[in-house]
């Protein structure tokens, strides 16, 4: 009996990338559902998934909801072990790995947000430590090809969402990427030549529009 997958799930989520990258890595059959108002129109089927949270992305797998991006992808990688593993089997570099991965949940998605939803001075210091965590990633990150070293994994599905966002930081935060986190980018750009990435991310464009319609909604033009 085939395994029944579903994402739900709404287009420009970061999290969600997450959980549609790694499906796509291991090349599991899904159902993508899309959630088109997780603002004030929330489908009766989320909130019976997701009754904690009440968010996307839920990855419901023969009609058991799994929560949280984090652990989807882990969830993914232990259910579907045959190919691309994300994790490395070395305790040590594993929970390197989950280090890193909580502090991209913690640090840089918090703070990202804060760059379009804040002005003035509260602006600047956001930019300021926004940039200071992406340095941080990237001299993690140092000559290797991706996080893991020579094998896209763990950290690089749990980060390369923010790579179409970038524009849009650039934009509200007025600065460039390219100028100030120019290994970064290049790891992005690597990540993007994947079909599981390219096909996961949309576009940067589209991105900075959903942030202009937010940010009207919210009254932070």
């Given at each position: 009996m085939a395994d029944e997958v579903i994402l739900l799930n709404f287009w420009p989520s970061i999290f969600g990338m997450r959980t549609t990258i790694a499906l796509e890595e291991k090349?599991?059959?899904?159902?993508?559902?899309?959630?088109e108002d997780v603002i004030n129109n929330k489908t009766r089927l989320l909130l019976e998934m997701?009754?904690?949270?009440?968010?996307i992305p839920v990855l419901i797998h023969n009609g058991?909801?799994?929560c949280e991006s984090i652990v989807q992808v882990q969830y993914i990688d232990e259910i579907w072990p045959e190919k691309n593993p994300f994790l490395p089997k070395d305790p040590y570099q594993r929970?390197?790995?989950?280090?890193?991965?909580?502090f991209i949940e913690k640090k840089?998605?918090?703070?990202?947000?804060?760059?379009?939803?804040t002005k003035g001075e509260e602006l600047e210091a956001a930019n300021k430590e926004f940039l200071e965590l992406l340095k941080i990633l990237q001299s993690e990150l140092g000559?290797?090809?991706?996080?893991?070293?020579?094998?896209?994994?763990f950290v690089d599905i749990v980060l390369i969402g923010f790579f179409c966002w970038f524009p849009?930081?650039?934009?509200?935060?007025?600065?460039?990427m390219e100028s100030e986190c120019s290994?970064?980018?290049?790891?992005g750009k690597r990540c993007m030549q994947r079909d599981s990435v390219a096909n996961s991310l949309p576009d940067p464009e589209r991105v900075i529009g959903y942030v202009l319609h937010l940010k009207k909604l919210f009254g932070l033009e």
């Open positions: 090349g599991v059959k899904y159902e993508y559902r899309e959630e997701n009754p904690v949270h009440k968010k058991k909801p799994v929970a390197q790995a989950l280090f890193w991965a909580d840089v998605c918090v703070c990202g947000r804060r760059v379009w939803t000559d290797k090809p991706y996080f893991g070293g020579d094998k896209f994994g849009a930081y650039e934009k509200f935060g007025n600065y460039s290994k970064l980018m290049a790891w």
